[in-house]
């Protein structure tokens, strides 16, 4: 038994692994079966916020230059096929977390109770997604949260993938930055009436500096993501012990 328990952890580590790194979109159907998401869970639905995040930041980090609309876009353009791949993952991780963790799902349930009769859950689709108007529950998300936040600094789990992950797929893109700009000319009309190229190249210094921004904020966006993910995976194994 705990051969298989090791091998079916290895076989979801490499579908990640595969799914994140080689943009195998067959691994993420796989780890959806394997979960279970497919039959059980039915709520899975990432907003892809991370890259406009991404976007908005590095726009502020440039905007002291005149093209910092176009390298923002650039940059989002590279990157945010595998800035969505990471969200999901991260999305079904937290999801995971939450949906199976059956403490939290126990207290949840026992608060909803002094709100909702058993029908009244019956016939809901959503629970306290986006409802924190009731004191109780807006306790039992934090503590949440802050679970969360203390394994996280224990372990790094979600930190290291996202500097592993940036690593390995995002910082070559930013490296190449200059390559991928298209540079623009624009006429002065000053007193020698001369044409220049609009923007300026990138030095090594610049280039890092936007690298280590990006990663910064996507493990800021990422977290979020995650504890947001859990908090819909706790409120939504409730509502499914009430479902036909």
Not at 21 to 32: G, K, Q
């Amino acid at each position: 038994m705990a051969t298989a328990t090791v091998n079916l952890w290895q076989m979801y580590k490499g579908l990640k692994y595969n799914f994140l790194f080689n943009n195998d979109i067959n691994c993420i159907h796989i780890l959806l079966n394997l979960y279970d998401l497919e039959e059980e869970i039915t709520n899975i639905c990432p907003k892809y916020m991370c890259i406009k995040n991404v976007k908005k930041r590095v726009k502020n980090l440039l905007r002291y230059r005149e093209d910092k609309e176009l390298v923002a876009n650039k940059i989002s353009y590279l990157i945010h096929e595998d800035v969505d791949r990471l969200e999901l993952c991260i999305y079904l991780e937290g999801y995971k977390y939450g949906y199976y963790n059956n403490k939290w799902v126990n207290i949840l349930e026992e608060k909803t109770l002094e709100y909702y009769s058993i029908d009244e859950i019956f016939e809901r689709r959503l629970l306290f997604h986006y409802d924190f108007s009731y004191d109780n529950i807006d306790i039992v998300k934090k503590e949440i949260e802050l679970e969360i936040e203390d394994l996280e600094r224990k372990n790094k789990n979600i930190e290291n993938l996202v500097i592993s992950f940036c690593e390995e797929i995002i910082k070559e893109k930013i490296n190449n930055l200059n390559k991928y700009i298209d540079r623009q000319l624009k006429m002065d009309f000053g007193s020698s009436s001369s044409i220049r190229e609009e923007g300026i190249r990138f030095s090594e210094e610049d280039l890092d500096k936007i690298y280590r921004a990006i990663v910064k904020d996507l493990f800021k966006s990422i977290f979020k993501i995650y504890k947001d993910a859990s908090w819909f995976g706790v409120n939504d194994k409730v509502v499914k012990r009430y479902s036909i």
